[in-house]
């Protein structure tokens, strides 16, 4: 048989070479030489690239979670973020469009009703029903749907992504409840506020004067006009990439630190007998910040290393028999302390997510010249090794015939 | 018509690492990723979910190539804020982590962009049909696409480990660079 090139060995690790030819090339790797030269250093490819793949997480993902840090980057990744100047540019947009249509149907507003009208003396005041009218035209272009069901269809479709990417990142995209207005109007809020806050701010002076008359305008149905569908096209212009991307800062920051850290929700040991393990000095605990889905489930998302001493009480109760070294006996001893295998090493615990330490003894280990092998037992039938390295946040993770690796970060044991 | 609930969440999360580790910008990606999915919502259906949300991500990404500019201004605010991190948070693996992840983005930026996006694609966990879909390879060519992505990313990794970083040439000394050297050659 010839040779294996490398695009088939990789596929073959891969495991995406079809069974008869992935056979075939275990077959010719487990009696060529050369080629198991080929595969070895295959996996040393693979193993590397993860971990310098896995390392692109890290660099942002520290910097970016850091509140000042933000307030620099952010910006940088938001074309389309709102901003004090583009709101404010939005809502002068806004009231010059509305103003602009009041005034040149002005003559029409003698179909404003009576009432309101004859209440008017002065010039200041008489802007106010074509102010309160305008404001009755910006409220209904929020209100009512666009004339056009395609755009419709589309905003609420933005609308729905925004709300599941503010979901997920555990913060609404607006302040308005769900399913109080209709899809469209979903993605109008802040314009609207923003719309009729100036709206409202503009009209102040002549509104204090025509206190009684300005109601009277507002509830009328005269006034609505024929402009209004213009108004809404307009403003939902403005509306549709600025509110669909309305940030919610920590919340993102707390997605950014989750999206890291994958093992966050994954503890592998039982919530059973909880509770920390007092007076034990651990020498080091760690957390896993980046792992590959593979991994999940199989390592705890942080664990905690003790020292054989601490556990030779345990030891002594005949829970880790066959553990090698002196087995002094001041260690205090905990009756509730569930061994979940005899160890030979030195106990690995899991931190669990409320930041206590399991009880529960989940794998071992030693050091070794720089080295320090944990061997975990989440799945007695397919163990591993966490290989940490002396002075490097990255750990290298084994598993029968698979190599992998993580990043760690060493953490401040729980007390 | 898709279901795009079940498409957000089950595909939101990779889709976003993809784009970050491509784009070096959390920020950017998510944005990228949203649009992505905005595109999904107009389709009535979708064959191949994971590699046509992929394939429409890199799409958008190549659209926006033009903004490599901006993507390498980012890497220097990362090396100065990298810098400050440091300064306020002397603890060694800290240092490690961000020049390491300097080393990783350069030695990304450094492949092809088919060869990139394979492999960031692969590390994403799409099987070789999937990438080859997004792609527009033929399967038999991704091994070796991951092949020659894999051998030039670790080779161009340790040069810069064995360069180091212009820098932090002077102040990491021959330390990091030995001690890089020994670190990973355990790998």
Redesign the interface.
Known sequence: MLHLDEGTIHAWLDGELPPDEAEEAARHVASCAACGALVAEARGLMAGATRIVSALDAGPAGVVARGDVRATTRPRGYRFAITPARMSIAATIVVAVGITLSVRHASRDAAVPTAAKTTVDSPAAAAAPRIAAQRVAAADSISSPPASPAPQALKAKRATVSKLASAENNAPVSGKPAGAQAPAAGILPIVEQKALSVSRQTAADAAKQVASAAPVAEAAPAPRRLDSTRAKDEMAKVAVDSISRAPAPPARRAVSVSAVNQLAEVVTTSDRDAGSIGGVTFPSCYRVVVDSTDWRGRIPASFALERLATIAGAAGQGSAAGAAGPRPSAAPVQANRVIAFAPSGNPVHAILPNGRVDSLVVGQWAANSGLINVQFRADPRRPVTLQLMNASSTAHVISNDRTDSVRIVRMTCPR | MID??RL??EY??PL??YL??RL?????A??VA?ET??RA??QESIVSERSWLFAVATNLLRDEARKDA?RRR?LE??RE??R??EAVEPE???L???Q??????K??DALSERDREA??M??E?L??TEIASALDLSV????????????R??EA?EALQREGWPGTRAEAGGGARS?GQG??A??
């Open positions: 795009l609930d957000f969440r939101h999360q976003v690492r970050a580790r070096g910008d959390r920020d950017w998510e944005e949203q999915f905005l919502a107009r901006r980012h605010l990362l804020q990298a400050a991190e060694p693996t800290t490690e982590r961000a390491e992840a300097a080393f990783a983005r030695a990304v492999l960031l692969r590390e966990g099987n070789y038999a060519s991704v091994g070796t696409t991951l092949a020659r992505a894999r051998k990313l670790v990794y001690g670190t990973h355990a790998s």
